[in-house]
């Protein structure tokens, strides 16, 4: 309970405004349970982030960013020279799951089945019919170093194809063309290797959205999800494995799809899933037992330096159980902002 823990948020990707309401929720429950924690807003163009870090004294980062530039990365680095444990993944991990290309590279590497794929980029509108060949419809393009799913777009023709990719190159100099394929979107929770369970996704939009997991009218969410305990169990074991496979620690979710026949695909792995109350991985949790203010602190707990540089705060930080008698605790927060 000695440590200041800095909660940093914001940043100037696609997702800041995501990652402001996780960092108020993860703020809010670690000062709940007596920490003294610290809310470090990251702006553009305002103090660079090493000026924010120094000014607030922390001695413990936990990682409330999304997006390029938060968890990709570039914040971990920084964390590593600077000596201070964070949370969530290291450098090469975070660089890797960040980059849709090269984690499907790692998960075809590990045999680990994901939807064939091809890369586009600005040079690809010239040739696009030759290049799509017969690669077939419909697809997926996705931003490959782009977290927010509201810049995924699925295209039906060669027409829809040309303009999604044009949409997509004002997110990305590179896009990925993922086939389509159809079928029930789980997400799996995974905290420091340890399963903690899935939700089922489903949309009223026929594709999954950020939208359609917190607004009720596009899109509801099951959990768990709606698998024999053989297949689920299956699931699980093959995100675990997507998550070994990128070397990623800490909190994770892992995006799959599951067909009606025998086939499971990885589509992606956050290393910075969201964590307000409402977001999936708090609600996975939830159906373990765990609620939101013991999950932000079993977050906590897995802070480190992944690069061995000093030690780790994971055997400093107090169990669950006994900060329960901390909740009277006068809060203590305070606000450095870029």
Known sequence: ??????????????????????????????????????????????????????????????????GRGGEDGCVQ?????MQIPYTGSGVLASALAMDKLKAKELFRLHNIPTPPYYVANEDTLDALEAIHGSFGFPVVVKPRNEGSSASVARANDTNELRGAIQRGLAHDSGLLVERFVKGMEVQVGILDGRILGGVEIVSRQGNFDDASAYTPSLGETICPPRLDATRLGGVMNLALRAVKALECSGACRVDLLVTEGENEYVLEVSTSPGLTETSLLPMIAASAGIDYGTLCEMILRTASLRAGISGSVREEAPRSSECTALRDVQPRVRSVAG
């Not at 680095?77 to 020279?81: I, P, Q, R, S």
């Open 1 to 66: 309970m000695t440590k200041r823990i800095g909660v940093l948020m914001g940043g100037m990707s696609a997702e800041r405004q995501a990652s402001l309401c996780t960092g108020e929720g993860v703020a809010s429950a670690l000062t709940f349970r007596g920490y003294d924690v610290v809310k470090i807003v990251i702006d553009p163009g305002r103090a660079p982030l090493d000026e924010l870090v120094r000014k607030a004294n922390i001695d413990v980062a936990f990682l409330a960013l999304h």
């Open 77 to 81: 680095g920084l964390l590593e020279w």
